[in-house]
């Protein structure tokens, strides 16, 4: 049995773990922390998981994170970096929900997430865990950068196409709807139900932090720096995010075919027929992306339609999935909940 | 490993069976109809089971449920009663999940049904399948009628009232709360999105086909007749049932034990502390009941909160649950999904 | 034109007093205070009032209230009271929407509402502002407590039988649900769309403010005490609250007739046809009350179905009938807005 | 007073027609068919108009539509072409608000609805009813091609960009969000509310009617052919769009200036003030169209977003919006409500 521990696990991340995590045949949970509830058992603040786990949230410095043989941080920005040597040091894996690691140009995330970097080394060692893209060097790492939501989605959508340098970097658009679990379980006005029900709206049309993370992966991609118009929508959904992209293709190219080469043995990514539109709910509560692939009127445009769970493929889901990887289990291992629909 | 069989797959309760059945380690699918979309694989109409569920609909005359050990009914009221005798004349059991077998005076169901009843002695066979009342009774059944939705949490809410003798059995009431799942996958107005969203109604206040179903259950628990007040609304969630039960108390009595006493070995059966309330997210997708019990202001009306999921506890789930008892399995197996919240 | 001023102008009936007072033929909104806000523009805090509504919102000590004909408080409990005598005394008319003048019994407010009372004899005088009741005694009242929301619903709906002695007023059952509006415009976890969205439950069944209000209104009603048990609940609606009723008839008494004779010159009350079920959309945005009378399978039990806009008739709609009724104008004057459907 | 008439009023663009018609002050509501609800109050199946509409259902023929100055249809496509000769012959106007006038080259309109033409004479003379873009040519118009709802938050998104000859017209995006009342009130299972809520998709990637009435807008601003890519999503809210608009810019060029200065003296088009996100609920039930307009990270490529209510200025509004002109009215008359928020 995997020990597993969580820092910060109050919010919608920490219990969608919490319920993948009870759930997976070869993982104990020894700890959660939470400085702000410590002594509150998990299941009266979460009464979905009341009779399956007895665990109470610990402070930090109770918590006995060091006997783990990995720990998921679910923490805010800027917390995983302040203790991930000392967990590396004790011989624990780390992977962190948060963006602590994801972008490998310190400067750049400084300026997107507004404070110094406590560890760039450990940036550098840190492997970005979309399995998809990196599984070849992720049972070797030591600490997990975890995706962001959105950035899963739009790069699951791309990498067919920027792989096979089908499409023109220069201009490419990720039109993409977000659930509102996406803003996270904090009190504010603007993700109330009756502010954020009944109504749609883009937000941070100006810039969002997401924009980094995904150019740094299509960029890899690529091989090049890619033209990226990023615009996330707030959507009246508990979960999901549907990734609208669109790009114009180089050349004339089956596209239907690519994807579905390409993803042939992905456990976790599903090639919708051609014509074929995903629906959120079609992978609400699974691991799973979607995804569809189109030219309208036969034209030069593709469309591409990915949806996911932001907080399984989005979040936990994944980062389970890493977890697998990391120690060697099939890599669906507790992973292969059937999509709640409707 | 159970031959399974579903008769009329295609709605909610159906899909319901199919995702619960698929992740059912005794379990094998073996068959799956529809007249009207034969020759659809299932996954093609329900996109959630794409990977999982490898079976197309057949029509009911080439599906092979003579050779299942077990048929489960998903069809409209009226199906199963015609083609029930068959099915257990090959030595096949039965679980229906409409309503043809639920109420014994035969002259009681058709009024509220509007048809003649075709088997009067296979009504008188059946048995209900309501586990945390009737468990005994299962295991030997070749025949179960499934209990419905509302009947579920109503029955659940005020059995440990009604054994202990505790509460005026002649002025109960049920104000009960449905989302509108509940009201099936069939092309009405009435419950498109731009009607049922964002508003609330009461309906059936003249009369609901559960009542006399409730009734029943109940007069049975007390062992006398009951006066019900049964009121069912329609709300803008997909699924999810919350009763909200009156009743009142006819001696100063500690609610709070009887129930935790009377549901201590129930699996499903969840009380909460004092002062709680359930919400039916707390159950999503799972196949648990959770009650909390209330005295408003210490006085001699008692107020019960019962939550379930309506296709689950109240449908499919329950079924399977019947099933693991028909064949002597642990009565939660394939039914330990932890609910999905947010 | 009545010059109007508003107190605390930042939630939700705030911003629905200024769409009616905007849009209201008799009335120059004159300032709206708000401390925390001051010198914002009201159109940058709710842009649905852009070009609509010029006024920034103003502190307390800067607003000119004292020379308003009168004020709207729209502020949290405990504030009004605070205010209300210098206003008073400045021969302005003051209309509370919050709790602060709603309850005669000073010792019963102060432990719902957990402060001491500021001006006992303000509450001594003050009119409470239901009109279908208090009619006659509003236009010629200084200060106006205008009724809670579940209130307003509740008291409509019991009004024609309590009026008419047809109950037994020692077991009333008022089963509430409210839309997520009522819970204010706050920063809140429980209120937040992936907590309230697709998901229903009871609240403060122990004790809830609104329940002595409504056990003083009924009781004026019925000449004497009342057993009244009340429960609410949060629904994932935004606006809207739908109160089932339940009482023992004592006599066998046409309810039909007894509601449509009640209320046959009641502009904002409207009677349904028996056997009806209003659905809280049909008064969506609109001052009206929308009731139904039942009497299941013709028995003892009467079911009351009343269905409000909380934010309307349950506060600032019913706030400017107030007004009109304060100044001699049409009771209904800027409030024959239809209802908005779907 | 205008003598209104309504063919085909029981879809939701009748009832807000209904809506609208029934509170402006210089219509009087004569008369509305249909032929499968005659004889059947409108109230009845409107409950939102109780008390406000006396009129009941006829049919067409016993309907005096030839006595009316204007005749609304709010019909299938297909019915309005029928029926608009003896109508113009008889002197009365004719709005359309289905697409049966709006597309010029009959082939496509053909080839799009499926259908022969029954008028391609009238199609020549109808004017497009956009009034922001055709307001001189609508005065002395007889027939009115009203646009459809996604068209209508499109060309107004797109119209200050293309006339100033500022974007590249061979590859712009339209990635549009619609309520799910834009699918009509009819009974369909993809419409139910427990298959759209909580879920996201994308639809008609391949080809939706309304991209050639876009194209031949769009076509018509820019003075040339368009490269359009439309992709048009369901959303879970009731009423709503959102359109994003992506282009690349041609020049250096201010474009919230360029927003501004072009629709300064429009009074249902509001322009934000930079850096803003319009959402749908600050248009909810008002014929507003409100624009942001984005420069992200300041580069050559512009974001448009664009938000109307689909059944107010997508629909009944802008009907309304355009008989004001046909009869010389105030533009706005009728049309002055404030949007319903929260």
Redo the contacts between chains.
Sequence with gaps: MIKAGIVGGTG?TG?ELL?LL??HPNVQLTTITSRKEAGMPVADM???????IALAFSTPEEAPLKDCDVVFFATPNGVAMQQTRELLDAGVKVIDLAADFRIQDIAEWSKWYGMEHACPDLVAEAVYGLPEVNRASIPGARLIANPGCYPTAVQLGFLPLLEAGAIDTA?M?A?C?S???G?G?????A?????????????A???HRHWPEIRQGLARMAGQDV?L???P?L??????I?A?L?A?LRRDIDVQTLFEARYANEYFV?V?PA?S?????????SNLC?I?V?R??G?D?V?V?S?IDN?VKGAAGQAVQNMNLLFGLPEHEGL???????
Tied chains: 1, 2, 3, 4.
Excluded: M, N
């Excluded at 979460?46 to 399956?52: A, Y």
């Design positions: 919608y219990v319920r009870a759930q979460f009464p979905s998981l009341r009779g399956r201009w658009v039109d709807k659930g509102v679990s803003a379980r904090k009190a504010e006005v993700t109330l139900f009756a502010e954020a029900s009944d109504s749609f709206k883009a937000y049309v100006p810039g033209g118009t990023f615009v929508h959507t009246p959904l508990i979960r999901g549907h609208t669109y114009r599903d919708l014509k539109h995903p629906e959120t709910r079609s992978v609400r509560a979607r569809a189109h309208p009127q034209g445009t469309v339609l949806v907080l292969t909940q059937i999509p709640v629909a409707p």
